[in-house]
């Protein structure tokens, strides 16, 4: 799954991230302590993207794991 931030204006692509695997649910934006970020619910993890003027930045310091539900 790739995730993507666009110009509101025209849709112009201004940043993207490819995940390694698909998302599972809807993608959520949040304001924590004064920052912007992105939750993508995937298949076996939850990610979360600090937003900056449209950059996406994966922050790898925070992570949960949603195992693996005998599916996969």
Do not use: C, H
């Not at 991230?17 to 298949?43: C, H, K, M, N, W």
């Amino acid at each position: 799954m790739k995730v993507v931030t666009v110009y509101p204006n025209n849709l112009t692509v201004i940043d993207s991230y490819q995940l390694a695997e698909g998302s599972a649910g809807r993608i959520t934006v949040g304001l924590f302590q004064g920052d912007d970020y992105v939750y993508v619910p995937g298949v076996r993890n939850i990610f979360r993207f600090a937003v900056n003027d449209g950059e996406l930045r994966l922050d790898d310091r925070w992570t949960v794991f949603l195992g693996y539900f005998g599916f996969l």
